[in-house]
C-alpha cells in the first residue's frame, strides 16, 4: 500500500490550500480510518483529522472550522481543505491510514503512512 500526498507549498497567512493523498496498492480503503498529522521540527507529530469510514470526522481543535477533511472513495484520494491558514499551520503534513479498523480510535498508531508534503506559511 502506498500514500502519496501532494498540494504543498507556500502561502500567506489568510490563505487556502488543498491538499490530496492518493492511495494505491489497496482496494478497500473506502472502509478503513484515514487521517492528516502535522508534524513541525522538535515538536511531536499532531493529528490534524480523521475520518472513518461512515464518514465520522474528527478534528483537532487548532483546525476546527477552518479544514475539511474528506474522501473521494472511487478517485482513492483523502484531501484535506485548509482555510484561514496560519502562521503556526506551517508544517510537514502526513497522510496516514489504519489498515485494520473501519471507524477512528484516537490515540490509536496508524499502520500505514506517506512521505509527507511541506506547508510554509508566510506572513
Known amino acids: 500500500v502506498q500514500l502519496v500526498e501532494s498540494g504543498g507549498g507556500s502561502v500567506q497567512a489568510g490563505g487556502s490550500l488543498r491538499l490530496s493523498c492518493s492511495i494505491s496498492?489497496?482496494?478497500?480503503?473506502?472502509?478503513?480510518?484515514m487521517a492528516w498529522f502535522r508534524q513541525t521540527p522538535g515538536k511531536e507529530i499532531e493529528t490534524v483529522a480523521t475520518?472513518?469510514?461512515?464518514?465520522?470526522?474528527f478534528y483537532a481543535e487548532s483546525v476546527k472550522g477552518r479544514f475539511t477533511i474528506s474522501r473521494d472513495n472511487a478517485k482513492k484520494t483523502l484531501y484535506l481543505q485548509m482555510t484561514s491558514l496560519k502562521l503556526e499551520d506551517a508544517a510537514t503534513y502526513y497522510c496516514?491510514?489504519?489498515?485494520?479498523?473501519?471507524?477512528?480510535?484516537?490515540?490509536?498508531?496508524?499502520?500505514?503512512w506517506g512521505k509527507g508534503t511541506l506547508v510554509t506559511i508566510s506572513s
Open positions: 496498492g489497496y482496494d478497500s480503503t473506502r472502509n478503513r480510518c
Open positions: 475520518i472513518s469510514s461512515d464518514s465520522t470526522t
Open positions: 496516514a491510514a489504519d489498515l485494520l479498523i473501519s471507524r477512528c480510535i484516537p490515540g490509536r498508531p496508524m499502520d500505514t
